[in-house]
């Protein structure tokens, strides 16, 4: 058995990828800054550290309660903090706290699993959970933007640094995501069913995606499966990506397939 930390792992994307783990067999160790979200962790991982990704104390903490149940095998970093704001007009400590976050708790906690990796001179596998914004631009998501294009950066980094010594790094990009976070935007939205189809209909595949997507392809990249994978940012986004526009549907076949 190995260990594995996953953080931001009370609630959404965080939370499938550490249940799908410990489905797995991996002893995960949630790292999670809400007390009642980490405390609802107990009983389903193999333990929990309440704590700040965006705090070197508490990653080195988090490594240190995995190593204790089993080696270091592998790192999840999905922590992240998503605002909204411009460049002309800035929130400096929003745009603090999300860089903190989503970049120095990134860059962090890769570090902490380096250097656990390579105490014990063991291979491993590092997946940061990026984003699309990563890739494009978005309006009023300045910080945001750059955050997670800094995280693609990192994972290309740690892949061509340490591949020589085992150790794996790739990024999942994922789209809109049913998470609470999505939900909770829909309901304080003017209008929040209109929110909800404008991001389906932006995917080719016409949906927004379940955080378990996400965690199965977290799961496949940790995995010895995905051993001669590397350095890559992967897009789970339904197609949004790769769209120029949201895809128009063609009358005939919308007829067969019962779509509107």
């Given at each position: 058995m190995k260990s594995v930390v996953v953080t931001g792992a009370g609630a959404g994307i965080g939370r499938a990828i550490a249940e799908r783990l410990?489905?797995?067999?991996?002893?995960?160790?949630?790292?999670?800054?809400?007390?009642?979200?980490?405390?609802?962790?107990?009983?389903?991982?193999?333990?929990?550290?309440?704590?700040?990704?965006?705090?070197?104390a508490d990653l080195a903490a988090a490594a240190q309660a995995a190593a204790a149940l089993a080696p270091l095998g592998a790192w999840v970093n999905n922590a992240g903090v998503t605002t909204q704001g411009t460049l002309h007009d800035p929130d400096p400590e929003q745009v603090r706290r999300l860089l903190s976050v989503n970049v120095e708790g990134v860059y962090w906690g890769c570090s902490e699993a380096v250097r656990a990796f390579a105490a014990a001179a063991r291979p491993g596998a590092i997946v940061n959970v990026s984003s699309i914004h990563g890739r494009a631009g978005a309006v009023a998501h300045a910080a945001y933007d750059t955050s997670k294009g800094a995280i693609d950066a990192l994972t290309r980094h740690v892949a061509s640094s340490y591949g020589p010594y085992g150790i794996r790094a790739n990024a999942i990009a994922p789209g809109a995501v049913m998470t609470l976070a999505l939900e909770r935007s829909f309901e304080t939205a003017p209008d929040g069913a209109a929110r909800r189809a404008q991001l389906e209909r932006q995917a080719p595949l016409r949906r927004i995606g379940e955080p378990a997507e996400i965690a199965a392809v977290a799961a496949f990249l940790l995995s010895d499966e995905a051993s001669f994978l590397t350095g890559q940012s992967i897009a789970v986004d339904g197609g949004w990506t790769t769209a120029l526009v949201p895809p128009a549907l063609d009358p005939e076949l919308a007829g067969r397939y019962g779509l509107r």
């Open positions: 410990a489905h797995d067999g991996w002893a995960v160790v949630g790292l999670e800054r809400d007390e009642t979200l980490a405390a609802s962790l107990d009983g389903v991982l193999a333990a929990t550290v309440a704590g700040d990704a965006g705090d070197r």
